[in-house]
């Protein structure tokens, strides 16, 4: 629930500055009025004479923020009007700092619910709207600069690290006399997922050897939102609203519908009517050619849940392993004969 922000109080000090006092200053170099403003999720949720904005701490730099500027007036000038715009200072700038150099931006802000990850519609609707804006997206016209463009082979260097990562932590467990639960259930499920990881790998670096630059239409390549899950599909009654661009970057754009579409059916216990169709209303908007299927298959194919685990575990305290990682591990190898026989349908006749 959010807060009212009580104007007449100042709750704590920064610097020997009140906090209020610190956002007033920020807000002051915008060109509108705020009539109330309400904390919500580390940002500050303004109603202005001018519609709703969020002022949020930034930390990239202000050549990106101009440009993912750019990106978001082009998705709205083309149709997508939900979109959070960021909005420009009074000196028309695109960043504005406080007095002690923190660096903030205000955006465009909608009022809705998030998506609904229980519901098919609201899924099938958010897979749309994602199609529908990497087409736009493919039309922008600008030069995308060398910061934002992910290389062909940074996918396999991050899968080939967290192989390394998951034999690291087989071999710590092993070396352990007494094992818990959680390290004897990691044990036992082990090699399948490392051979599913591994399997993966060699497809990649296959496919970086057959792959050509292509230009055009048919590229796989284009600004990917960067960060697309429920939370940031706002339904609204204007429509829905896609928030949170800051990831944004230039690389395969399937990666946005993997990444989605692995944390729904996970939710789903991979169902595979729910899968096809998800797959069905991406392609209707945008088709997705044969290059893009082994991609989308590659992204859900690693076993990035086991490795993300495992990880969990290493890096927390080993003496006591929260009740809640084995529930994470059970359920994922529960469900690995759904992952499997949905990975089989997508998958069968292109590896």
Not at 58 to 81: M, T
Not at 82 to 107: F, H, L, M, N, Q
Not at 118 to 125: A, Q
Not at 329 to 338: H, P, R, T, V, Y
Request: net charge neutral.
């Amino acid at each position: 629930m959010i807060e009212r922000h009580k104007k007449s109080a100042c709750e704590y000090h920064c610097g020997g500055v009140c906090v209020y006092n610190r956002e007033n200053l920020i807000l002051e170099q915008y060109p509108f009025e705020v009539k109330q403003t309400a904390k919500g999720r580390g940002a500050l949720i303004c109603e202005t004479d001018k519609g709703l904005k969020i002022l949020k701490e930034y930390r990239g730099s202000e050549g990106r923020a101009d440009f993912l500027y750019n990106i978001l007036q082009f998705l709205k000038n083309h149709g997508q009007e939900g979109v959070d715009c960021i909005v420009k200072t009074k000196e028309d700038k695109t960043i504005a700092k406080d007095i002690d150099g923190t660096v903030y931006i205000v955006r465009d802000w909608q009022e809705g619910r998030e998506c609904d990850t229980k519901s098919r519609d609201d899924i099938l609707k958010a897979i749309c709207q994602l199609a529908e804006i990497h087409s736009i997206l493919r039309e922008f016209p600008e030069e995308i600069p060398d910061y934002l463009q992910i290389q062909d082979d940074t996918l396999l260097r991050e899968n080939e690290r967290h192989a390394k990562e998951l034999k690291k932590v087989r071999n710590f467990i092993t070396s352990r006399k007494k094992k818990n639960d959680f390290e004897m259930e990691f044990l036992r499920s082990f090699d399948v997922f490392y051979k599913e990881a591994q399997k993966v790998i060699e497809l990649q670096k296959r496919e970086l050897e057959d792959s050509i630059n292509i230009t055009g239409e048919s590229s796989i390549y284009g600004i990917c939102h960067g960060d697309y899950n429920q939370h940031n599909v706002i339904f609204g009654k204007q429509g829905i609203a896609v928030l949170n661009f800051e990831k944004a970057s230039y690389d395969i754009q399937v990666s946005d519908l993997g990444n989605f579409m692995r944390k729904i059916l996970e939710k789903h216990n991979w169902n595979m009517g729910l899968g096809m169709d998800m797959l069905s209303a991406y392609h209707n908007v945008r088709k997705l050619n044969e290059q893009e299927m082994k991609q989308l298959y590659i992204r859900l194919a690693y076993p990035e849940k086991f490795w993300k685990i495992s990880n969990h575990y290493f890096n927390t305290s080993k003496a006591w392993v929260c009740g809640r990682n084995l529930e994470k591990l059970s359920k994922f190898i529960c469900q690995n004969e759904a992952r499997e026989n949905f990975l089989h349908l997508i998958g069968n006749n292109m590896v």
